[in-house]
C-alpha cells in the first residue's frame, strides 16, 4: 500500500459519501471496503502485501463504494448494459459478488502460501476456493440478517430485483470469481512473491 493507493481509495470514498442514492445502503455497501482499509493500515508493516493484491483490494473496495453510491440496482453504466443486451435487471451486484470471490481468493492465496500453511498446489486452490464459497455464503447470510433486522429499509442492500435465485446467482458468480482469479492470476502471482522474497 502506498500513498497514491490510498488518495485513490480517499478519493472515491469521498465521492461516493457525497449525496448517495440512500445513506444507510451507502453505509452498509461500504463498511467492507473501510474495514479492509484499516486492516491493511494495521498490517502494512507486519504482512505488506504484493502490489497485485494491493491493486486488486483497491479494485474490489471501489466497485464496493460505486455501489454504495448508487445502490447496486442503479448503477447508471450497468442500466446502459441492461438496456443494450435486453437484460431483466441491473447486474452490477454480479460484478460485486464475481470480485467477491476474485479479490479473497488472492489473499487468501497470499496469507496461506507465504505462512506455509499447505504444500501441494492442488491442495492451495481447492481450499482457497472453498474459503471464498465460505465467505461469500457468509456475506449472504449477513445479508439475510439486516433484512431481517432492519426490513424494508434494507431492500436495495439486499439487492435481489425480485430474482428469486438471486442468492444462489451471487454465491455461484463468486466461485466463478475465486476460480477464474487462480487460474488467470497464479504464475503472475507467484512471480511477484518471489520477487518480493516472500516465496523461494
Not at 456475506?139 to 439475510?144: A, K, M, P, V
Not at 439486499?158 to 470469481?177: E, P, R, S, V
Request: charged share 15%.
Amino acid at each position: 500500500m502506498n500513498k497514491l493507493w490510498l488518495a485513490l481509495f480517499l478519493l472515491v470514498f469521498v465521492w461516493s459519501a457525497i449525496r448517495p442514492a440512500d445513506t444507510l445502503t451507502w453505509f452498509l455497501e461500504v463498511s467492507p471496503a473501510i474495514l479492509a482499509l484499516l486492516v491493511l493500515l494495521l498490517t502494512r508493516r507486519l504482512f505488506p502485501l504484493t502490489g497485485l493484491v494491493y491493486t486488486l483490494i483497491l479494485v474490489h473496495c471501489i466497485i464496493l463504494m460505486v455501489g454504495g453510491h448508487y445502490t447496486y440496482a442503479e448503477v447508471p453504466l450497468f442500466d446502459w448494459v441492461q438496456e443494450a443486451f435486453g437484460q431483466t435487471r441491473n447486474n452490477y451486484d454480479k460484478l460485486g459478488h464475481f470480485a467477491q470471490g476474485f479479490v479473497p481468493a488472492m489473499v487468501a492465496r497470499e496469507i496461506l502460501l507465504r505462512n506455509a500453511v499447505i504444500r501441494g498446489r492442488a491442495w492451495l486452490n481447492f481450499l482457497v476456493t472453498c474459503f471464498c464459497l465460505a465467505l461469500s455464503a457468509l456475506y449472504e447470510l449477513i445479508e439475510w440478517a439486516v433484512a431481517e433486522i432492519l426490513g424494508g429499509p434494507a431492500d436495495a442492500f439486499l439487492g435481489t430485483q425480485g430474482y428469486i435465485w438471486d442468492t444462489q446467482a451471487d454465491m455461484a458468480f463468486a466461485l466463478a470469481g475465486a476460480v477464474a482469479a487462480l487460474l488467470l492470476l497464479g504464475r503472475l502471482h507467484d512471480q511477484q512473491l518471489q520477487r518480493n522474497g516472500f516465496l523461494p
